[in-house]
Nanobody
Framework: QVQLVESGGGLVQPGGSLRLSCEDS????????MSWYRQHPGKERELVAT????????NYDDSVKGRFTISRDNRKNTVYLQMNSLGPEDSAVYYC?????????WGQGTQVTVSS
């Protein structure tokens, strides 16, 4: 059974930082591209960042470029999202995703709230 479990969300002040983690069990983790998405209330889920299987390539949404960094540790079956210079617009539920071809798996999400 595949499980993606996110952690690291919470409440942070504007300008602060958080690091999200997503640990996989049940997948051949290194064979999947990993992504972070987020969903604001009442809006569609949007892609934040992606990292390829071996970590050789990353892509970011323009709204987070220069502030967020996606990374992975294939030995630990974990993908990370380091988020710096957070603003209220970054408040959302963050989901990790594993994709390989037509196979796509999701975590349950972790809430990030940026507020003073």
């Amino acid at each position: 059974q595949v499980q993606l479990v996110e952690s690291g969300g919470g409440l942070v002040q504007p300008g602060g930082s958080l690091r999200l983690s997503c640990e996989d069990s049940g997948l051949t983790f290194s064979a999947y591209d990993m992504s972070w998405y987020r969903q604001h209330p009442g809006k569609e889920r949007e892609l934040v960042a992606t990292i390829t299987m071996a970590g050789g390539s990353t892509n970011y949404d323009d709204s987070v470029k220069g502030r967020f960094t996606i990374s992975r540790d294939n030995r630990k079956n974990t993908v990370y999202l380091q988020m710096n210079s957070l603003g209220p617009e970054d408040s959302a539920v963050y989901y990790c995703s594993a994709r390989r071809g037509s196979r796509n798996f999701w975590g349950q999400g972790t809430q990030v709230t940026v507020s003073s």
